[in-house]
């Protein structure tokens, strides 16, 4: 199983950038796809979930700002993230959950699969 993700960059406040992550290796559409970032030295957080049905959660920190979304055709799961702010910056990870139509998606729970990580940076 490989999660690619892309779209990282460098951006200043105010700005807009949209992250990717496609699947291989594994089928897609029944199970749980999230986003989560990490800050050096800190504990990698929660960001955004979408379950298998298309049911979106988010992290209060990006509510309103950040959308999530996913294309099963694709094998793909988007970030779109706005109005960015210099505390977003990380490195953003995706990740799948293990278990079909899984439980605790939305908790951050059962992600037993991560891509490698994509760096965003926002100046201010």
């Known amino acids: 199983v490989q999660l690619q993700a892309s779209g990282g960059g460098l951006v200043q406040a105010g700005d807009s950038l949209r992250l990717s992550c496609v699947v291989s290796?594994?089928?897609?559409?029944?199970?749980?796809m999230g986003w989560f970032r990490q800050v050096p030295g800190d504990e990698r957080e929660f960001v955004a979930a979408?379950?298998?049905?298309?049911?979106?959660y988010y992290a209060d920190s990006v509510k309103g700002r950040f959308t999530i979304s996913r294309d099963n055709a694709k094998k793909t799961v988007y970030l779109q993230m706005n109005s960015l702010k210099p505390e977003d910056t990380a490195v953003y990870y995706c990740?799948?959950?293990?278990?079909?139509?899984?439980?605790?998606?939305?908790?951050?729970?059962?992600?037993?699969?991560w891509g490698q990580g994509t760096l965003v940076t926002v100046s201010s």
């Open positions: 990740a799948q959950q293990s278990g079909a139509y899984g439980i605790g998606w939305s908790a951050g729970r059962g992600y037993d699969y």
């Open positions: 979408i379950n298998f049905s298309g049911g979106t």
């Open positions: 290796g594994r089928t897609f559409r029944s199970y749980a």
